[in-house]
């Protein structure tokens, strides 16, 4: 079964502080990773996609990872801000026939506190 | 600035009334989504389209109703059939139905009273 797991389900940090959050993904066959943040009450923005040959991509203070062997990747947050508080969902694309298809996880939810 | 509309923030529905949800958008995106948010659930698909007048059911489309009259509207339909429409719902557009990146508008609260 396609299925995408985040952790930790929710995460408290000190303001300047980093910090990692995994996802986990039995999707197949894999096509890319999509890391998304979303405010409360908004909808989500973008915040890296990654496809099956690119390991590392960085967004200003936040960069991704990704494992394609072992299904994994891990979004870092570095110098943590107040306003990095929100909920991070990782999206996994996988191919359905002619069509892609995606499989979102349920999110990290994340306060950095001052 | 380019980017997508969804009217209204919140909207409140009394039971058995259809009600329409709005999405417009400005960058000239082929593809169009709408998506349903539950607490403790992640996003699922309602509808899509690919392509002005025409549009495809998602995972759970049952109880809804879409139109793609124009590339850049793609109103969402709420009907009495949908049992349990109480939810948080996001349109979003893409360039193509390939390409990676999603533009989210900023969501409508849907509330049955």
């Known amino acids: 079964k396609n299925q995408v797991e985040q952790s930790p389900q929710s995460l408290i940090i000190l303001e300047g502080k980093n910090c990692t959050l995994q996802?986990?993904?039995?999707?197949?066959?894999?096509?890319?990773l999509r890391w998304y943040k979303q405010d409360t009450g908004r909808g989500p923005v973008s915040l890296t996609i990654?496809?099956?040959s690119e390991n590392t991509k960085s967004n200003g203070r936040y960069t991704a990872t990704l494992d394609a062997d072992t299904k994994q990747s891990s979004l870092h947050i570095t110098a943590s801000q107040l306003s990095d508080s929100a909920s991070y969902i990782c999206?996994?694309?996988?191919?359905?026939?002619?069509?892609?298809?995606?499989?979102w996880g349920l999110g990290t939810s994340l306060a950095v506190n001052p | 600035d380019g980017g997508i509309t969804q009217s209204p923030k919140y909207l409140f529905r009394k039971e058995g009334q259809n009600v329409t949800l709005s999405c417009e958008q400005n960058?000239?995106?082929?593809?169009m989504y709408w998506y349903r948010q539950d607490p403790g659930q992640g996003l699922r698909l309602i509808y899509y389209?690919?392509?002005?007048?025409?549009?495809q059911k998602g995972d759970i489309a049952e109880g809804y109703s879409v139109s793609r009259e124009k590339k850049e509207s793609f109103p969402l339909t709420v009907t009495s059939a949908q049992k349990n429409p109480t939810a948080f719902y996001l349109c979003?557009?893409?360039?193509?139905?390939?390409?990676?990146?999603?533009?989210f508008g900023s969501g409508t609260r849907l509330t049955v009273v």
């Open positions: 979003a557009s893409s360039e193509d139905g390939r390409t990676y990146g999603y533009t």
């Open positions: 960058l000239n995106h082929d593809a």
């Open positions: 389209s690919q392509i002005v007048n025409d549009f």
């Open positions: 996802c986990n993904y039995t999707v197949s066959p894999f096509s890319n």
């Open positions: 990654m496809t099956f």
């Open positions: 999206v996994v694309s996988f191919h359905a026939g002619n069509n892609r298809k995606l499989i």
